[in-house]
Every structure is written in structure tokens, then in C-alpha cells.
């Protein structure tokens, strides 16, 4: 059966960014998308922090970066500062973009590492530009200086993920994707195959689909409620099954960093979002270790002004969907899985997901192997980040509370524990099968949280006389001029993509 007619059931961050992109299939054929989403259905709205390939997702929309950041409150992000997460009173950040660039062959941490075996006092973020600008509260794009001797500018976008959506609306509507209001109170599906063939809305108006894509949150009306594809559930080692949201003023005054902070508390953790005019605010929880009401106590205790709106408390289960693309509906953000917001992966889920189903979609019709391709590609993906994401727990030294007991003493998934008893023998990390963390963002982690390298490669001992001590100097000192150079973040912000205040 060929696909003639695409419904997305479910609005916000996930369903717009869904029909924007799909928008780009009507290019020379006849093909209707349609999107069903109710005023009356509150969207999630707190993945507010993303990472690198999500100005990939916009640039290929075509998007104008300029434009779009001043109609969403939007702001630069060089990466994660953690705080409290190895113990009380430790910081580190997680950076975009690599600790130096590989030499010899071999990842540029072992090269320190034997550098600081050596004597080198250096520590290790003064060889990546991110970490020193963020430091520092300077910005500027790699496409501003151009020089081949600097190294390349690694950023995302701190965003109000609820503008966001209403900037892609309109992108998506100008080409031909039609919205409709309303509430889905009826799923049909073809009695032989299961496929699901429309949606009626509780006005009684149907719509007919050969392909729908889930949208529709943590409830998964399609893929869970009508299809019972069935949930992995990963709460044993990701707990955090709460959070409350509240977005503040800034009343300092100061201008906004270009990183997001997460920062631990005695049984989950604190994110700070700055947007233009206003931080997005947050707290990740366990409900086995603490009451609602102490949570959001915790979070008026630690955000930068007044609150802009009531609190938002949110219930979650963290883990994933069995199936991802079930007979003929693909499931995208919460209605494919939920992993709490600890490394601003969620939208980045929804950019992958969208860009491995248009790779694999025919209009021709469904396959079995196109399913099983998509589920295999994005389980391992899901797992890949799980494992990353345990890490940051795992690996405390925290026992200040029942929460950080737990967690810190917890089994952990094989592939986790492989990675880091690796790490601590020698300092290798494998980047496997196309994952998303790189080299460095698990080694700024382990590090970062108290997990010592206790070798090197045995490769890097070839690194070493005057002319490897030169280039070496040479990356510190070219990222430290470009850092001087470099305007304030607030100051960029203001000459390149103001937004209106709020």
C-alpha cells in the first residue's frame, strides 16, 4: 500500500519538528501531512537545552539561525557545568567539542596524561576552547574568525521549547503541512493487519492515514494505548521518576551563561536553562527518597529570581518503548521513551528519529525490514545514551544521603562497567557503533567525577621532544588569544540575534 496521507498525532517540540521536516517530502508529488493537536493538551515543555547536531536539524530546514534565536528567547550553549554530582562542592563541565585533537594517532587525553606524569600542571580544559569560553562568559561562532590556525567554535542552543514549536508551525504550515484542532477519541484499525487507518476527534471529524507518526507524549495514544507495543522500563538504574518546572526571572541582572548548569542535590538534581530574558528552571527527583512538596522548596530555594509561572510537576517512568515503528506508526519523543533531561538528549532523540525514519521511509509502502532496521538502530542508541547517563550517577563518591547510596552502589549494565574498568586501566575509550558521546564527553565525565585514568596508551611515550612540546604549547596559547578576543556572550547575543524582552 502506498502512503498518501501522513497524521501526526500530537503537537510540541516533538510533532513540529516532525512536520517540519517531513514538509520537505511534498517537494513534487502529491502528498497530504496532517497534525492533530489540542489547545487544551498542555505540551511537556522543559527540554529547553540542546546539543551540537540540533543546529544540523535547523541548517537543514534552511533555517535562518539569526531569526529563529530571536524568536524563541534563544541562546548559545558550549556545554554542561556539573556541580555536586563526584561530591559536595566538585564542578566540572562537559564540554562540545574535543580535549585538544589527537596526536599520533591517540586520543589527546593520553598525551596529557603523560604530560602531567611528566610534571605539566596544565589542566586538561585548558587544550578545549569550550570549557575555557564558557569559563569566561565569551562567545563567538568559528564562521566570525576563520582562521585555519584556531580551532572550530562546538555549540548548541539553550531554547523556549514551546516558541520553538509555534517558529516550526509556521515553517511547517507555509509548506502545506494543515493543523488540526482537536482531541483524538478514536483509533480504527484494519481488522487483518492491524494497521491503524484513521483517528476521529472528539467533534467526530476522522482522518484517514496510511502512516502515522505518535507524538502524543508520555501516553502514547498510538503506539502504546492502541497498539500495545510495550514499555523496557529502566527505573532500577535511572530512579528519578519526578520533576518540577518553573521558569524565572533573572534579577541580577547578569548576562546569560553560555552553558547549562545541572546541579546534584540529596536525591536528584537542579537544571538551570538561561534564555535571553528569563532562566528555565528545574528538578529531576525520586519520589522513593523525596516528597513533592521538598522538591519544589529546593528549586525556590535555587533559582536567580521570581518565579514566572506556577510550578509544573511532571511523573515519569524512565526507559523505552519496545518497538519504536510498530506496524504502520513511528514513535517520536516521550511516546518513544523518556530519559531524563540529565545531558539535553531528548530533543536530540527527536532529531534522530526523524532523520533514521525519512532515511528508511518509501512511500511505497511499509516493510518488515525497515521496521526491524529502525528499531535495532534506535534501541542501541537508547542504550548507548542510558549507559551514559548512569554513568553520572554511579560514579560519586557521595554518601550524604539514601538517594546517593543507592545509585553509587547499584549494578550497573555490563557495557557500562566495561567502559569504565577500560578507562581506568589505560585511559581508552571506544566510541562504538556511531555513538553519540565522544572520547571526550566520557572522559570530562569519568574524570570530571573522580575516576583516574591509571595509565596511558603505551603509544603516546613516542609523543615527546621539542617539536611535540611546541605544538602542544601552541593549542593552549591559540585558544587562550581566541578567548581574549572573543565578545561577552550577553553582547553577542545582543548585536546578532536580539530577542524582544518577554
Request: hydrophobic share 40%; aromatic share 10%.
Amino acid at each position: 500500500m502506498s502512503i498518501k496521507r501522513i497524521v501526526i498525532v500530537g503537537g510540541g517540540t516533538a510533532g513540529w519538528m516532525a512536520a517540519a521536516a517531513m514538509s520537505r517530502l511534498k517537494f513534487g508529488r502529491t502528498l497530504d501531512i496532517t497534525l492533530v493537536e489540542s489547545e487544551a493538551i498542555g505540551t511537556v515543555g522543559v527540554g529547553e537545552a540542546t546539543i551540537p547536531p540540533f543546529v544540523d536539524f535547523n541548517d537543514l530546514l534552511g533555517i535562518d539561525e539569526a531569526e529563529m534565536l530571536a524568536s524563541i528567547q534563544g541562546t548559545f550553549k558550549l556545554g554542561i557545568q556539573f556541580e555536586n554530582w563526584g561530591n559536595l562542592g566538585d564542578s566540572y563541565i562537559h564540554p562540545f567539542g574535543a580535549y585538544g585533537y589527537a596526536m599520533g594517532g591517540i586520543a589527546f587525553h593520553h598525551v596529557w596524561h603523560k604530560m602531567a606524569q611528566g610534571g605539566d600542571k596544565r589542566p586538561i580544559q585548558a587544550f578545549n576552547l569550550e570549557t575555557m569560553a564558557a569559563y569566561f562568559g565569551k562567545f563567538a561562532r568559528t564562521q566570525d574568525y576563520q582562521r585555519e590556525d584556531l580551532p572550530p567554535m562546538n555549540y548548541a542552543y539553550h531554547i523556549d521549547a514551546g516558541k520553538y514549536a509555534a517558529f516550526l508551525r509556521k515553517y511547517a504550515e507555509t509548506r502545506g503541512v494543515v493543523r488540526e484542532e482537536g482531541k483524538v477519541s478514536d483509533v480504527a484499525q484494519n481488522p487483518e493487519t492491524g494497521f491503524i487507518t484513521s483517528v476521529t476527534l472528539d467533534d467526530g471529524r476522522t482522518l484517514e492515514g496510511d502512516l502515522f507518526v505518535d507524538c502524543s507524549g508520555f501516553r502514547g495514544l498510538l503506539i502504546e494505548q492502541t497498539l500495545g507495543t510495550g514499555y523496557e522500563d529502566w527505573t532500577h538504574w535511572l530512579p528519578c521518576n519526578r520533576a518540577v518546572a518553573l521558569p524565572c526571572l533573572r534579577e541580577d541582572g547578569s548576562p546569560p551563561p553560555p552553558f547549562t548548569r545541572a546541579t546534584a542535590h540529596s536525591a536528584g538534581w537542579q537544571w538551570q536553562v538561561p534564555l535571553q530574558h528569563r532562566n528555565g528552571n528545574g528538578h529531576v527527583y525520586c519520589s522513593a527518597y523525596m516528597e513533592d512538596q521538598e522538591a519544589l522548596d529546593i528549586l525556590l530555594g535555587n533559582i536567580a529570581g521570581k518565579p514566572q509561572a506556577d510550578p509544573n510537576f511532571l511523573r515519569f517512568v524512565t526507559g523505552r518503548r519496545k518497538k519504536f515503528w510498530n506496524k504502520n506508526v513511528v514513535a517520536l519523543g516521550l511516546a518513544a521513551g523518556f530519559m531524563e533531561p540529565l545531558e539535553s538528549t531528548s530533543i536530540h532523540l527527536i532529531n534522530t528519529g526523524i532523520d533514521k525514519f525519512l532515511s528508511l521511509l518509501s512511500l511505497e509502502g511499509i516493510t518488515q525490514a525497515q521496521q526491524d532496521t529502525f528499531n535495532r538502530l534506535t534501541g542501541r542508541e537508547y542504550a548507548r545514551i542510558r549507559d551514559f547517563l548512569i554513568l553520572h550517577y554511579n560514579a560519586t563518591q557521595r554518601t550524604d544521603s539514601d538517594f546517593w547510596n543507592y545509585v553509587r552502589t547499584m549494578d550497573v549494565p555490563d557495557t557500562l562497567t566495561e567502559k569504565v574498568e577500560i578507562f581506568k586501566a589505560n585511559g581508552q575509550i571506544f566510541r562504538e557503533e556511531d555513538e553519540l558521546f565522544t572520547d571526550t564527553s566520557w572522559a570530562a565525565v569519568m574524570m570530571g567525577q573522580g575516576i583516574k585514568m591509571g595509565g596511558h596508551n603505551p603509544m603516546a611515550e613516542s609523543i615527546d621532544g621539542p617539536e611535540a612540546r611546541k605544538e602542544i604549547d601552541e593549542m593552549e596559547r591559540s585558544i587562550r588569544f581566541l578567548v581574549q578576543q572573543m565578545p561577552g556572550h550577553g553582547d553577542y547575543l545582543s548585536r546578532y540575534c536580539p530577542a524582544e524582552a518577554a
